[in-house]
């Protein structure tokens, strides 16, 4: 059962924008936190952004400033706002949702391919 759908990945100039999207059923949604890590080839999967059931965000030090990470519950989805987006930020992003602290995660979406082209 496909707890967490991702959707928005693609290819983007050096310079450009991409959002991200994830929806999640309406109990998970409401429970836990949620946010992104991603993984590149060759790499260790790392974390990109979160943000608690309150609204409060952290970042990774490689994206501030460039990414914005928020969620509706109207829609229980969470985004994920990417502009300036760099050669480096190839990855195939993975959705996640679980506590905000101590922090866990609990459910994975299947992931989606962010790919930037100097």
């Known amino acids: 059962q496909v707890q967490l759908v991702e959707s928005g990945g693609g290819l983007v100039q050096a310079g450009g924008s991409l959002r991200l999207s994830c929806a999640a059923s309406g109990r998970i949604f409401s429970r836990n936190a949620m946010g992104w890590h991603r993984q590149a080839p060759g790499k260790q999967r790392e974390f990109v952004a979160g943000i608690s059931t309150g609204g409060s965000t952290n970042y990774a030090d490689s994206v501030k400033g460039r990414f914005t990470i928020s969620r509706d519950s109207a829609k229980n989805t969470v985004f994920l706002q990417m502009n300036s987006l760099k050669p480096e930020d190839t990855a195939v992003y993975y959705c996640?949702?679980?506590?905000?602290?101590?922090?866990?995660?609990?459910?994975w979406g299947q992931g989606t391919q962010v790919t930037v082209s100097s």
């Open positions: 996640y949702a679980g506590r905000w602290y101590p922090v866990t995660y609990d459910y």
